[in-house]
Each structure stands twice: as C-alpha cells, then as structure tokens.
C-alpha cells in the first residue's frame, strides 16, 4: 500500500495490509513472516529472514511489485543507532532507497524497513517473533513474580526526508523531482511494564529525536494498557495526551518472558509535521535478566 511523503526542512504518510498465525518458534536464520502480525503493524513487509550471527538481512516486500519480491540488505554499521543494527537497499541513483533495522535477543526479533520518499510515495511495514516463550506466572496468580520490566533503546524511521547520507550520487542537474531519497530516522527511551499475573502489558517511549533534525519537539508516545494473550502476543493503542495516535503490538520470548519485542506505527503525533508517519521498533531484555539496560538499575525499596 502507498503512503505519502511529505517534505520538511532538508528538502523535508504511512496506512496499512497483513494476518494469521502466531509467529513463533522461529530460530535465528529462519523466515519470519507477517502471519499473526496486525496489518497495521506489517503492512507492505512480507518477512525479513535475519542471522545475526553472520549480520545478513533479506527482506521480502516493501516495492513497487505485486508478487513475492525479495532484496538482501547491505550492512550499514554507521546506521546503526543504539543496539539496533542498520540494513539498506537501492538498487541504482534514480531507485527508491530502503533502511531497515533489526535485533535479536536470544531468538526474540523484530524489524522494519521503510523507503525513502519518491514520486511522493513511500513502502514501508514491521514484524516480530520469538524462539519460545513461558510466562512467569500462570494469569490470575498471585504468586511473585509476575510484574515485570523491559527497558532499553527505541528506533523508528519517519515519512520525512533524512540526511542522505547512504544514498547513491546522482548526475549533477538530475532534476529534484526525480531523486530518491532516505528516511529520517527517530530515537528515544522505552520502557514497558507487563503484568502476568493479571496479563496486561503497557509502556511509554520517551527522550524521542529526529537524528536529523533535532530541533523539532516530540512529544512521548504512549504505550496504552492492553492484554497479553495465552501465546505472549499483545496488540493495543499507541497514544499521545490520551489521544490515539496509532497502534503497537509485539510479542514475549524465553523461558518466564525473559525478551520482549515489538513494532509501533504512529500517524498524526508529531505537532509541528503534518501528514506525518512513523514506523518502529523495540526489542528488550527482561530487567533482571542477563543483557538487561543500564536504565533497569534503580534503587529498591
């Protein structure tokens, strides 16, 4: 589905498609697919096949074509924001440019890939899975154990024009219209707060830049209360002030939920952009657990 560009400052949309089965018990190397990904969340990503162990990223979708279209990603390091590892594409000067990223925590993954604006229009989608999973805690028991945290970095990409930096060069006098160009990629804090006991999850993303261009305000987007299912899915509402801004969705990894992973699509919540969307998203170790973020270490009472 095509979603538009809007152009901001540096020569300054996304809605969705996806559906099915649970995406689990997939180990590194392996296919991971959108089935059981809410559209809103995959929307032109069909999968991303990812090996971290050798850092190569396929993606499948995300293009101009109707069928089966796959393309493997070059890996960026100079991309790279946080824990999250960069992956782009473009074929030529004058083709659409595409950036994904993605993690994996011990079999629980995510990606997104989002294009660049060109001819107005631009591609773009999530997907997450897990190796296993085991709640903490059965729901509805009281036993300890069953609030937990997630804490670490957040990445998301934007329907506004970026730096260029990893763009191909053009002909000098290649008319403007015409160029590709690479999306803007947006940073911040996340921390989630999931309960199995009685199997809510809910969360904010904070301290949130555009890299590109710092100077603009955004505001915290909010990770509304919303429940966990038997498989350790959970979809719910993405907010900014209480207002619905978009949706977020992810799913809980390892033995006791040890991972969390997630994508986030948000439209409308940036106040000075207009027409604005973002796709993004978060894969976190369990506080406590081994690989947990600095931010998990607080006092304790």
């Known amino acids: ?7 901001l400052m540096l020569g300054l949309g996304l809605v969705a498609c996806g559906g099915g089965d649970a995406p689990f018990g997939q180990a ?8 059981g990904i809410p559209e809103e969340l995959a929307s032109d990503l069909e999968s ?4 971290p162990d050798n850092q190569t990223l396929t993606i499948r ?13 070059r890996r960026r390091p100079a991309l790279d924001r946080g824990d999250y590892e960069a992956y782009t594409a473009q074929d030529g000067s004058l083709d659409r440019h595409s950036t994904a990223y993605v993690r994996d925590i011990r079999g629980t993954r995510a990606a997104i890939a989002v294009t660049g604006g060109q001819f107005t229009y631009i591609f773009a989608g999530g997907s997450y899975a897990n190796q296993s999973y085991t709640a903490p805690v059965l729901p ?10 997630y804490a670490g970095n957040y990445i998301g990409m934007l329907n506004v024009e970026g730096s260029g930096e990893d763009l191909i060069p053009v002909t000098p006098g290649t008319p403007e219209g015409i160029r590709p160009t690479q999306a803007a990629e947006i ?8 309960s199995f006991s009685d199997g809510t999850v809910n969360g904010t993303i904070t301290d949130r830049v555009i890299v590109d261009i710092p100077s603009i305000d955004v505001a915290d987007l909010d990770l509304a209360p919303t429940g966990i299912e038997a498989d350790g899915t959970f979809f719910g509402q993405a907010t900014v002030g209480n207002q619905v801004r978009g949706e977020y969705g992810g799913i809980f990894g390892g033995p006791d939920a040890t991972e969390i992973a997630g ?3 948000a439209q409308e919540h940036i106040a000075t952009l207009q027409n604005e969307e973002e ?3 978060f894969v976190l170790a369990q506080c406590g657990t081994e690989g947990a973020d600095p931010l998990c270490n607080q006092p304790v009472p």
């Open 28 to 35: 590194p190397g392996d296919e991971t697919d959108t089935a």
């Open 61 to 73: 979708g995300i293009n101009l074509e109707d069928g089966r279209f796959e393309d493997v990603y």
């Open 140 to 149: 509805g028991s009281q036993i300890e154990g069953g609030l937990v945290s």
């Open 48 to 51: 991303f096949t990812y090996n």
């Open 1 to 7: 589905m095509k979603r538009v560009f809007i152009s």
């Open 263 to 265: 994508v986030v699509h």
């Open 187 to 194: 940073t911040g804090t996340i921390l989630v707060n999931a």
């Open 279 to 281: 796709y993004g998203l």
